[in-house]
Every structure is written in C-alpha cells, then in structure tokens.
C-alpha cells in the first residue's frame, strides 16, 4: 500500500513510517508531496497531513492517531506517543525527558539524508532502538 | 523605519461560544507557543518551520471544534516592526530575568529553574543575548564550568 506525507520528514513523521512498517504494513511504500497537498489519489493513505485520519487530533500528534486508528495494544507504543506528542506539540507536562532529544536528532537526521526516503529508513533504526532501551 | 525582511505568521479565528473550555484550550496553546495577541483572535508569532508547523496543527485542531481559521504569512510595511519584535521577545527574557534573579537567592531550585530555562529557550524566536547567560549561571550554581 501506499502512504503519502509531505517532505521534508521530522520526529513524528519517522515515528508513523516507523510504527505503519513494523505493525501495519510490512511492504509500505512511502511517497513524499509538496508541503500544502491535502487531496491525494485513490489508495493513498495520507498521515500527518492536516485534516487527514491519520493527523494531529485533540492535541495529540498523528503517532498516537496511527495508534488508535489501528487499535495497537503494545503498551509501550503508548510510551511512544507521550514521548513524540511532548517532542512534537504544545504539551503542558513534560514528563519524557527522551522528547526534546529525540527531536533534535530526527531533524538532523533528516539533515544529513539526501532525502526524504533516505530519512525514513535511518528513522526506524532510532526508533527499534528507543523501543529496545524502553523495552528492556 | 521601512519595510523589514521579517516575515510574520498570523493565525485568526473564530471558535464556537459553546462549550467554553475550546476557547480557554486555543488561548492556552496561542500563550504557550508565546504568540502575542495582535487584535482580538489575531495571534502572530515570527515564521519559522516550527511555528509554521504549530500554527497549521492549531488551525486544524479549531476546524475540529467547529472553529475558522485563516493562517496568513505576511510582511509589515510599514509602523514599527521592532515593537513587535521586543514584545515577543520579552516572553523569554521576562523568564530569564526571572530565572537570574531566583539564582541569587541563597539555596536556589536549580533543577526547577533549569527546566523552566528550558521552555523558555523554546520560545526564544530572536535567540535573546540573555539565554547564554542565564545558561551560565545555571551551570555556575551547580558549580559546573559552561
């Protein structure tokens, strides 16, 4: 299946690639539009795109959607998302103190990737290593 | 003085009277993301990806109460840019000084300040001259060298 979000990938948009890889869909294939493209062809699911499913909703970030939209019961993806709703939205308690780091080092790893597929690659090793150190 | 380079964001809106706790909730998110009111429910901040980010999820977080939005980028031609400028400004550097002054108390909550030193930092847009001084006196009082 085919998932779209706009370029230039951050922490919640490798997060989402990360968790539809490892729980949803083994063969996704992830495609990039410009920034501002809300309507996308037919059998494209859009994530963290405004107005979408699969986006920002009641202050929580389009991680935790991907979760709840997919009913995933791994407990720690819930540890997950509180880390990237306080990494990635306007949250009055920070009690992830991985939030801000994780953060800069997904916008820099986006930096340091020719692009936006290279990023979303490099993504999920952080992310299977933030799952492996909660998990332990 | 003329026109400036800085480009501004502004977010207005309207939210539904009903309940009232999604007005309470907007005004909250607008403080935090240390926006300044320019008229009633017109907030600007400075354009960057972030608040470009942070203002489109708001937008569409008041579309889901019901709300309006209109998100606008622009450039003041005219008036005074540096007023604007300083009154967002003073959001952080009212923080730090806050910050310096609690760490010239005798036994400061260093772990308290640093953390509120913190979310000011996030909301330093024009990266303020005090930020590296304020970091300083936290790394001072606990006897560390920046």
Known sequence: ?136 | MGESSQTWLLLSYKVPRAPSANRVYVWRKLKRLGATALADSVWVLPLTRQTREQFRWLASEIEEMGGETTLWESKLLDGAPDKLVSEIAAVAETVYRDILKSLRKKSPDVAALSRRYQEALALDYFGSAMAAKVRSALLAAKGEDD
């Not at chain 1, 499913?53 to 509180?82: M, N, Q, T």
């Not at chain 1, 994780?102 to 490099?122: K, N, V």
Request: with cysteine.
């Open chain 1, 1 to 136: 299946m085919k998932w779209a979000t706009w370029e230039n990938v951050g922490v919640d948009r490798m997060a989402c690639a990360w968790l539809i890889r490892k729980y949803i869909d083994q063969k996704a294939e992830f495609i990039f539009v410009p920034e501002g493209q809300t309507t996308f062809p037919k059998g494209v699911e859009p994530f963290d795109v405004p107005g979408a499913r699969l986006s920002h909703h009641g202050g929580h970030c389009s991680f935790y959607a991907v979760v709840r939209e997919y009913k995933l019961k791994d407990p720690l993806l819930k540890r997950i998302a509180r880390i990237i709703d306080e990494a990635d939205t306007v949250q009055e308690a920070h009690v992830e103190p991985a939030a801000a780091g994780l953060d800069i080092i997904c916008s820099g790893l986006r930096l340091i990737s020719s692009d936006d597929q290279e990023a979303i690659e490099r993504g999920i090793i952080i992310y299977d290593a933030l799952y492996a150190a909660l998990a332990k």
